[in-house]
């Protein structure tokens, strides 16, 4: 997989950073988006392919992204296709962290120290180049707004969004009402975008353990309209996780 791509879990995440803040927003549900972020572009790289509602490996070829292909390898250890819920409902400490430090390295956002309550060392991610996230948020826009069927990456990317909570952070207030339904709407696009959604969802709602009947969503959302389980403010960015010294940070890749 070349690196002149943004992948979507760099994407999801680029989005969920305020600008103004260097805070990112729905920061629980975040992380479960970025698991699910990492099944999508492993399926775009023709790595995995869902099987019912479950993850199956068709090339265990490493994708040349370390993170990806960390994943990757977990996944073909599991030895059978396994369910979207269980894989973004497992233990997933510093996902966040080390997309952070990526982005870092790429030079797209840069760190800044400081502290919760004068005591608790804290790290907010500013982002050096807003062209990045505009545009990312542009296509976004335009799927909204045009009606016009975006791209499996923008799809997905629209799905992913929804599921972790992003739409009020990115359309909010009654007028972004009707921009935070088309988001949702657009689900139905990609079909593992859309499994991958509904998974990221369920696990938040803790239907983890009820199999879904059908394998990909065809057709618009749910009649439910499901909205995911919210999340408060990320108060500091990303705060060292550890209130106890027994938890390190994340290794960065």
């Known amino acids: ?36 972020a990492q099944l999508v572009e492993l399926a775009l790289a023709g790595r995995i392919a869902p099987d019912g509602d479950r993850i199956a490996v068709v090339m265990p070829r490493p994708t040349g992204d370390p993170t990806l292909d960390s994943a990757l390898e977990l996944l073909r250890r599991r030895g059978s296709p396994v369910r979207a819920v269980h894989w973004i409902g497992g233990p997933r400490l510093g996902l966040r962290q080390t997309y952070l430090s990526h982005l870092e390295r790429c030079g797209m956002v840069h760190a800044v120290a400081g502290q ?6 804290t790290t907010r991610y500013q982002a050096t180049d807003t ?5 990312i948020r542009s296509r976004l826009d335009s799927a909204i707004r045009t009606g016009v069927p975006p791209d499996p990456r923008t799809a997905a990317l629209a799905a992913l969004a929804h599921a972790v909570g992003l739409g009020k952070h990115l359309y909010p207030g009654n007028e972004g009402r009707s921009s935070r339904s088309r988001l949702r709407d657009l689900i139905r696009h990609d079909p593992m975008g859309g499994l991958v959604a509904h998974a990221v969802m369920d696990v938040q709602n803790g239907v983890a353990a009820q199999p879904r009947r059908s394998a990909a969503p065809a057709g618009p959302a749910g009649p439910s309209g499901r909205q995911p389980a919210r999340s408060a403010p990320d108060p500091a960015g990303v705060p060292m ?6 938890m390190a940070r994340a290794v960065a890749h």
């Open 131 to 135: 062209a990045i996230s505009r545009e």
């Open 116 to 121: 919760m309550c004068g005591v608790l060392p």
């Open 1 to 36: 997989m070349g690196r002149s791509r943004r992948t979507i879990p760099e994407e999801l995440l680029l989005l969920a950073l305020d600008p103004a803040t260097g805070t990112t927003a729905q920061p629980q549900s975040l992380d479960l988006g970025l698991a699910g």
């Open 241 to 246: 996780q550890p209130r106890r010294g027994s």
